[in-house]
């Protein structure tokens, strides 16, 4: 079967080929509702503390405390020539743990080959040193009798 097709059709030129829709009459929109509340405003800050006072300590009935006599050094030489007085044979100082000192002094006892142990101790090596060599003075002066 021979094909055949329709007679041409003319097409004016002036009407577009694809006419765009009619535009549509504006309707009012309707509102936006989001359901949530306006921010609420922040607090105030807080008002600023009272400033803090403290008394001194002559207010709450404690007397302040007094500067303590400012601790003698001993004489190191002074401290080797009492003991060479005392004939001492041994002299030890160590520091402890708890950070108090021990002075450990030896003199010789009433019989040969027999020493004397004094020992002291004190808060710093200066004090334990001067309480030891006190000791050592009243031991030989009480042995000498």
Do not use: Y
Not at 27 to 33: A, E, I, M, N
Not at 56 to 80: F, S, Y
């Amino acid at each position: 079967m021979p094909f055949m097709s329709a007679p041409p059709v003319a097409v004016p030129r002036n009407v577009p080929r694809n006419p765009a829709p009619a535009p549509r009459p504006e309707s009012p929109r309707p509102p936006v509702v989001r359901l949530q509340a306006p921010d609420e405003p922040p607090p105030p800050p807080p008002p600023a503390p009272a400033p803090l006072v403290v008394p001194a300590p002559e207010q709450l009935g404690i007397a302040a405390a007094t500067a303590a006599a400012p601790m003698v050094r001993p004489d190191w030489a002074r401290a080797h020539d009492r003991l060479d007085r005392l004939g001492a044979t041994g002299f030890h100082l160590e520091k402890l743990a708890d950070g108090a000192c021990r002075c450990i002094c030896l003199l010789p006892g009433g019989q040969p080959g027999v020493n004397q142990r004094i020992e002291a101790r004190g808060k710093t090596a200066d004090e334990a040193v001067r309480l030891v060599l006190d000791e050592a003075e009243r031991w030989a002066a009480a042995a000498q009798r």
